[in-house]
């Protein structure tokens, strides 16, 4: 199974602060077809997963654009720009490319 | 609008089974696969399988198979899962997410499922 390595596990971070997430991937990523199938995940506290971000770069309708992917076969970024009070949560790059689809372990951005 | 409305949660007997039910509105269930994951405080997030249902195909992550059995009801848009010879390991929150394009991009209320005898 791919394996999904996110760094930082915790961030803190005051409002306003721009912040990164790094995920590492234990193979490639770019499918056969041409898509890298990476993608951004963002849990609030007592909430249900939400997208944010979908095949590296591309923002869910809805998703602040302060939000940014980034990144390519096995190393990938998710950018915050200028935090606000509501991105406070747990943080997961999935992957789909490859099955089983699998997800890191998360990080958890909290207030500084 | 979107919604996925799961059934409640559930507390059941180690060795017995649960059957959970995922409740689509808001656009055409058959257009759409179906997701499930796992949400366990050792394990974090891990996906079951998924299920298309227009065509009734399913496919599953090998860690759970024999353990989870996928269906969908065409005629209520309705996706269910079940999970057989619960063990304490199953304790956990379990979601389904619509599925679109390799990403999951809306997202039941989840259940938790606590086995305690």
């Known amino acids: 199974d791919v394996v999904l390595t996110q760094t930082p596990p915790t961030l803190s971070a005051t409002i306003g602060q721009s912040v990164s997430i790094s995920c590492r991937s234990s193979?490639?990523?770019?499918?056969?077809?041409?898509?890298?199938?990476l993608n951004w995940l963002l849990q609030r506290p007592g909430q249900s997963p939400q997208l944010l971000i979908y095949s590296v770069s591309n923002l869910e309708s809805g998703v602040p654009n302060r939000f940014s992917g980034s990144g390519s076969e096995t190393d990938f970024t998710l950018k915050i720009s200028g935090v606000e009070a509501e991105d406070l949560g747990v943080y997961y790059c999935?992957?789909?490319?490859?099955?089983?689809?699998?997800f890191g372990a998360g990080t958890k951005l909290e207030l500084k | 609008e979107v919604k996925l409305q799961q059934s409640g949660d559930e507390l059941v007997r180690p060795g017995a089974s649960v059957k959970m039910s995922c409740k689509a509105s808001?656009?055409?269930?058959?257009?759409?696969?179906m997701h499930w994951v796992k949400q366990s405080p050792g394990q974090g997030l891990e996906w079951i399988g998924t299920?298309?249902?227009?065509?009734?195909?399913?496919s599953y992550n090998q860690k759970f198979k024999g353990k989870a059995t996928l269906t969908a009801d065409k005629s209520s848009n309705t996706a269910y899962m079940e999970l057989s010879r619960l063990t304490s390991e199953d304790s956990a929150v379990y979601y389904c997410?619509?599925?679109?394009?390799?990403?999951?991009?809306?997202w039941g209320q989840g259940v938790m499922v606590t086995v305690s005898s």
């Open positions: 808001g656009y055409t269930f058959t257009d759409y696969a």
């Open positions: 193979q490639s990523l770019l499918d056969s077809d041409g898509d890298t199938y």
């Open positions: 997410a619509r599925g679109y394009n390799n990403y999951f991009d809306y």
């Open positions: 299920i298309i249902p227009l065509i009734d195909t399913t």
């Open positions: 999935m992957q789909a490319t490859h099955a089983p689809y699998t």
